[in-house]
């Protein structure tokens, strides 16, 4: 048919995966299609008002083809409903069978280095073995990205709620990623107002989302850079901040940085690491913890990156699920 | 002269064995295992290792073990089953039982604190080391 060409509708089938007749483009054009008719039969009906046979011909036509055209509207939005169930938790299972694999791959590793720490061992051995381990490492942490992604797709993302210091979380990430400062000779200050209270939150989650953004700054500035951090209360919110001048973003991209697999155009030119799914899931932490996230960038200067998240009400501490 | 030094090393290991605290290690993954059996013991417990859920309810009673790991999924009796087990038997109930295992959903946290794991870790989480100062500061809590 002329249309199915003209209106795009075989790319949207294609893409959707379901037959043409299913595709939205296509219904709508039916919805359109049956506007017109309901309004011709109206018309007919009013000129013939006196002929009862033509009154009920009419009437279970449009009933027969609003029946037609609403099933296919149920049936697809389920089928798209149920396929996207579907992936999530194929992404829960695989990852959850993933991790054993790597667990045992970073024990053994672990398991090895422990061993040598007494006897002598070369030291290309010896870094080998470290690779190893920071390899697996760096290979849980993905599919953990993986799976916190599948939660969130169904809603169901566990979020501590616990006095957490936000300070010792902050100056903790600092010195993990001490040694790559040094190698790309980064600038970082990290300025703090004397008093920052505890915050109301989740220490692991909001540890994430520090390293997070910290690694991409890191990542998007070039040797010899600089990098400002800065923690400040403001009402009953602290606000921490990120400064780089690293790539920045387009402008025109603007608004999609907090997407899923998002990556920016001029980031996906040069660096080839890194899977868009980091600022998703620190979107999604700290809007659970009743925070704000937000950043201003400008393309080749650099970005400043900041979340608020609420300062501890709670005197009394409850005792959390701090273990696991 | 090689049977010799061979039999007083041991006894010089079961002469330290009683003061050596025992751990029950229940996962039935061999390599993970040997990994967490042999780390272990490098840190100076002594280790039993079970294999499916009914060996690791069976050896709890039997050997009274200081502390048990206790992965969730397991062959024959789930993790859940055998943390019934052993509360509900007056000789098991105190011993304090970590699980470690890779499921991290709500409930399955959730459903462990409620049927009485003392804590909870997510193996790909952690490392061996993290592990063993788990288990020691636990030990040390239940002096």
Sequence with gaps: MWFVNDLNLKKQARDLGVKFWQTPGFLFIILGLLTIIIMTATYYISRNYDSPEMLIAVESLVVIVILIVGNSVISLVEQIIKLNRMKSEFVSVASHQLRTPLSAIRWEAELLLSKFRKEKIGSKQRQSIENISTLSGKMTRLVNDLLDVARIDQGRLIIKKMPVNIVAIVEESLAEINAIIRIRHIEVVFKNEKKIPLVFGDPEKLRMVVENLLNNSIKYTANHGKIELKLLKKNDFVIFSIKDNGVGIPAEQHNRVFDKFFRSDNVVKYQTEGTGLGLYIAKNIIEQLKGKIWFDSVEGLGSIFSFSIPVNRKTKQKRCLDNF | ?143
């Design chain 2, 1 to 143: 002269m090689r049977v010799f030094l061979f039999s007083s090393e041991e006894n010089e290991t079961r002469k330290t064995k009683k003061y050596m605290k025992k751990i029950l290690v229940a996962e039935d993954e061999p390599i993970l295992n040997k990994a967490l059996s042999e780390f272990l013991t490098e840190a100076g417990f002594e280790i039993i290792s079970a294999f499916d859920g009914g060996e690791a309810a069976e050896l709890a009673k039997a050997e009274k073990p200081d502390l048990i790991l206790l992965d969730i999924i397991l062959p024959k009796k789930d993790g859940y089953e055998v943390l019934d087990e052993l509360r509900s038997d007056e000789k098991t109930t105190k011993i304090p039982i970590i699980l470690l295992t890779n499921l991290e959903s709500a409930e399955n946290i959730q459903k462990a604190f409620d049927k009485g794991a003392t804590t909870y870790l997510v193996k790909s989480n952690y490392k061996l080391e993290d592990i063993a100062k788990k288990i020691k500061e636990i030990l040390e809590r239940e002096k």
